[in-house]
């Protein structure tokens, strides 16, 4: 079966170095696979390249970690033209869609002049559990920071929006990134909204955060909003993937 409501999964994850084979399914991965609530099969999952140019030698990389989890995984590519006669077909025959990172403008100029994001939003609530890393996270939002023009950081405000957030994303790794996207939303450029360190998710049931989750100890993820010309930040401390505890994600003033 699909997710019980759409879902979203928003990481800056996705793949981690293997031991036997070059990749494996990461925790945040494999969390985005246990929400679609399959059993008796092997999860179908649709990996979308597109942000990175649909590269053919990742997909193969991206193959043989699909394996190792037990997922029946296939590509969805645009480049030169799509890969499968009937698109949303294909789309609304997967339990996960997997989005990976790269060039958050250049994904969403491809997807929209193929339909792409109405069938996705068609997916999404029907069920179809909509993940990814990266530019893969920010699609879903309305907007966020991105490297997609330059190497230094600056504000898209045309993503699908159906998370009605911006995010922003690789907060504690790029030097560049958490003060862009703090003055993008002290400004309005951006709507207020969320922001992830690496290895962090945030699922949405719907439109609202649901749970926030990690795959590495002391990362967070943040809540940035707009407060009198200036951005302010709440951190929120995320469940750990790997532990067997059970307590939410909590959230404390900074």
């Not at 193969?60 to 799509?82: C, I, K, N, Q």
């Not at 309005?188 to 992830?196: C, K, P, S």
């Not at 990690?214 to 709440?234: I, L, P």
Request: proline letters at 4%; aromatic letters at 6%; glycine letters at 12%.
């Amino acid at each position: 079966m699909t997710a019980a409501e759409p879902t979203i999964l928003a990481t800056c994850g996705g793949l981690n170095a293997g031991e036997w084979t070059d990749a494996v399914y990461g925790p945040l991965l494999l969390h985005g696979i246990e929400l679609a609530m399959v059993t008796g099969r092997a999860p179908r999952v649709t990996h979308i390249n597109t942000a990175g140019g649909d590269q053919r030698f990742v997909e193969g990389t991206e193959l043989e970690a699909a394996r190792a989890a037990g997922v029946d995984a296939s590509h969805l590519r645009f480049f030169p033209h799509p890969n499968v006669a009937d698109v949303r077909a294909h789309i609304l025959a997967q339990d996960m869609i997997w989005v990976s990172g790269g060039s958050v403008v250049n994904l969403l100029a491809v997807w929209r002049a193929h339909g792409l994001d109405r069938i996705l939003e068609e997916a999404w609530k029907a069920g179809v559990v909509l993940a990814g890393g990266s530019a893969g996270a920010l699609c879903w939002h309305t907007g966020g920071t991105t490297t997609s023009f330059g190497p230094d950081a600056s504000p898209v405000s045309n993503g699908l929006g159906f998370i009605p957030h911006s995010l922003g994303v690789h907060y504690d790794s790029n030097p560049k990134r958490r003060p862009a996207h703090e003055r993008a939303v002290a400004s309005g450029a951006l709507d207020g909204g969320y922001a992830i360190d690496e290895g962090v998710g945030l699922v949405y049931r719907g439109t609202d955060l649901a749970d926030v989750v990690t795959e590495r100890v002391g990362q967070y993820a943040w809540r940035v909003d707009a407060v009198d010309g200036r951005a302010d930040e709440t951190r929120i401390i995320p469940r750990l993937l790997t532990s067997t505890t059970t307590e939410e994600s909590t959230t404390e003033e900074t």
